[in-house]
Antibody, heavy 123, light 108 residues
Framework: QVQLVESGGGVVQPGGSLRLSCAASGFTFSTYGIHWVRQAPGKGLEWVAFIGYDGSTKYDADSVKGRITISRDNSKNTLYLQMNSLRTEDTALYYC????????????????WGKGTTVTVSS | EIVLTQPPGTLSLSPGERATLSCRASQSVTGGYLAWYQQKPGQAPRLLIYDTSSRATGIPDRFSGSGSGTDFTLTISRLEPEDFAVYSCQQYSTSPLTFGGGTKVEIK
């Protein structure tokens, strides 16, 4: 079945870096864009970033702009989120989520989500 | 950015009852580009509704969505035990994508 599995979360000090991964299976990964969405403890969901099906299109939220890099390896069916200069407010459960629309026609909502990986930024 | 508000934070209802969840936008969500998701602890969020009223694949017809402009509603006609969860709305008419804070539907 269609599945997304995040990994790479952990505890990091402020100013540190972390790379999250998202392994996809059960669908043609190379034809779908993927989003990262996070949820801080006790808060609502927050969209973080998007990468298009072929990696040529990327968007990110103002809250992480300049501090993250989203990338993908379609040969490995894997998505990455490199996070640098981490702040305490980046503490959250990070989800990767499959874009509903195919290829160059994103619809900007998500039809399959992973269970998330936890990032804790603390000294 | 469009801010989505979901009052109340918690709805206490009994199985079999009707649930009506609200999502209010700070400005018009053009095109009706609004989705609803269900979240349960330890599970991946699940897409329920998109484009205001279209049910996602495999979603039971007790779930329905309606609304336009700045006011949207998710209705669960008769609550089943598995429906007690947190429900969040998301708009995708204007960048950046934004979500509401969620409404928890709990067992009364």
């Amino acid at each position: 079945q269609v599945q997304l599995v995040e990994s790479g979360g952990g505890v990091v000090q402020p100013g540190g870096s972390l790379r999250l991964s998202c392994a996809a299976s059960g669908f043609t990964f190379s034809t779908y864009g993927i989003h990262w969405v996070r949820q801080a403890p006790g808060k609502g969901l927050e969209w973080v970033a998007f990468i298009g099906y072929d990696g040529s299109t990327k968007y990110d939220a103002d809250s992480v702009k300049g501090r993250i890099t989203i990338s993908r390896d379609n040969s490995k069916n894997t998505l990455y989120l490199q996070m640098n200069s981490l702040r305490t407010e980046d503490t959250a459960l990070y989800y990767c989520a499959k874009e509903y629309g195919v290829a160059a026609g994103p619809r900007w909502f998500m039809d399959v989500w992973g269970k998330g990986t936890t990032v804790t930024v603390s000294s | 950015e469009i801010v989505l508000t979901q009052p109340p934070g918690t709805l206490s209802l009994s199985p079999g009852e009707r649930a009506t969840l609200s999502c209010r936008a700070s400005q018009s969500v053009t095109g009706g580009y609004l989705a609803w998701y269900q979240q349960k602890p330890g599970q991946a969020p699940r897409l329920l509704i998109y484009d205001t009223s279209s049910r996602a694949t495999g979603i039971p017809d007790r779930f329905s969505g309606s609304g336009s402009g700045t006011d949207f509603t998710l209705t669960i006609s008769r609550l089943e035990p598995e429906d007690f969860a947190v429900y969040s709305c998301q708009q995708y008419s204007t960048s950046p994508l934004t979500f509401g804070g969620g409404t928890k539907v709990e067992i009364k």
